[in-house]
């Protein structure tokens, strides 16, 4: 009685597949709108943003700068799974931006 040995034959290519999904809609202009500046917590990117929104402050009459690191300390983070990311955009989300605009930093 012989014994088989099956193999599989699996490829080292790392396929993926890629969903594709709508771009949300984007204001027209920022005035009177609110822009959540979200910081991952790599270094400098808390610079980089606080400057990005000084700028945005100085020339977008009535816009609303708001650094989520400051308020929901929660955000300051790499997510580490697709729930944490989850986690961390349910938190953004309860500060009603219109706006998100994130930065790595390094």
Do not use: C, Y
């Not at 969903?19 to 920022?30: A, G, M, Q, V």
């Not at 500046?37 to 808390?46: A, F, P």
């Amino acid at each position: 009685m012989t014994e088989t040995t099956r193999w599989e034959l699996v490829s080292p290519q790392g396929t993926s597949r890629i969903e594709t999904s709508k771009i949300s809609p984007r204001p027209k202009d920022l005035r009177g709108k609110t822009v959540v500046l979200r910081w991952n917590g790599k270094h400098n990117g808390d610079v980089f943003l606080s400057r990005i929104g000084a700028l945005l402050a100085a020339q977008v009459e009535d816009v609303k700068i708001v650094k989520a690191w400051e308020v929901e300390p929660f955000t300051n983070q790499t997510s580490q799974s697709m729930r944490a990311s989850k986690e961390i955009v349910e938190k953004l989300a309860l500060l009603k931006p219109d706006v998100v605009i994130g930065a790595h930093g390094d």
